[in-house]
T-cell receptor, first 115, second 115 residues
Framework: GAVVSQHPSWVICKSGTSVKIECRSLDFQATTMFWYRQFPKQSLMLMATSNEGSKATYEQGVEKDKFLINHASLTLSTLTVTSAHPEDSSFYIC???????????FGSGTRLTVV | AQSVTQLGSHVSVSEGALVLLRCNYSSSVPPYLFWYVQYPNQGLQLLLKYTTGATLVKGINGFEAEFKKSETSFHLTKPSAHMSDAAEYFCAVSVGGTSYGKLTFGQGTILTVHP
């Protein structure tokens, strides 16, 4: 149980285009999801907290207009990287809390390469 | 604000040897502590977590960790390393209040297991 499915697992896009990453909770309802970014050989940095039915809360330094987050249902959150540039290339991971005892489950991640 | 420091970005052990990965945290309130493992190009898998109660926590794959408040530590151990344990390990902390639900990760420790 408590599975989070993240798609796509990898994507290559041209500079200036937009890319959407989906994160779905398959067997539970996730009122809150989290989006992380991980640079090569570095740790995960929280980008934003996504709440179902409301605006996402972004961490300091994260451009909300560039990284659009939508959490329209209890099982789906999306991250759209708008007008992508090579510096946006990274590994993006979503996470959801599935129980009150701090049980977090993570998606398998999306490798974004902007060329 | 909370923070996590993992001592040693790389740890190398022989197969069958003790694994010890160090984690120290900083938090002004009682923390919730986690250890995750990440294999290349994958998401994170929970090894174990401490929320309340017993300070010695047993997790999956033979790992365990002990919460020591006086030392602000949560070191991860495994008595006998297997080749399959080779991966990157992240210690993380979460607190309540305005940071409720957010995970702050350490820098990660790459574990290498050699025959």
């Amino acid at each position: 149980g408590a599975v989070v499915s993240q798609h796509p697992s990898w994507v290559i896009c041209k500079s200036g285009t937009s890319v959407k990453i989906e994160c779905r909770s398959l067997d539970f309802q996730a009122t809150t999801m989290f989006w992380y970014r991980q640079f090569p050989k570095q740790s995960l940095m929280l980008m934003a907290t996504s709440n179902e039915g409301s605006k996402a809360t972004y961490e300091q330094g994260v451009e909300k207009d560039k990284f659009l987050i939508n959490h329209a249902s209890l099982t789906l959150s999306t991250l759209t990287v708008t007008s992508a540039h090579p510096e946006d290339s990274s590994f993006y991971i979503c996470s959801a809390r599935w129980d009150r005892t701090y049980g977090y489950t993570f998606g398998s991640g999306t490798r974004l390469t902007v060329v | 604000a909370q923070s996590v420091t993992q001592l040693g970005s790389h740890v190398s052990v022989s197969e069958g040897a003790l694994v010890l990965l160090r984690c120290n945290y900083s938090s002004s309130v009682p923390p919730y502590l986690f250890w995750y493992v990440q294999y290349p190009n994958q998401g994170l898998q929970l090894l174990l977590k401490y929320t309340t109660g017993a300070t010695l926590v047993k997790g999956i794959n033979g790992f365990e960790a002990e919460f020591k408040k006086s030392e602000t530590s949560f070191h991860l151990t495994k008595p006998s390393a297997h080749m399959s344990d080779a991966a990157e390990y992240f210690c993380a902390v979460s607190v309540g209040g305005t940071s409720y639900g957010k995970l702050t990760f350490g820098q990660g420790t790459i574990l290498t297991v050699h025959p």
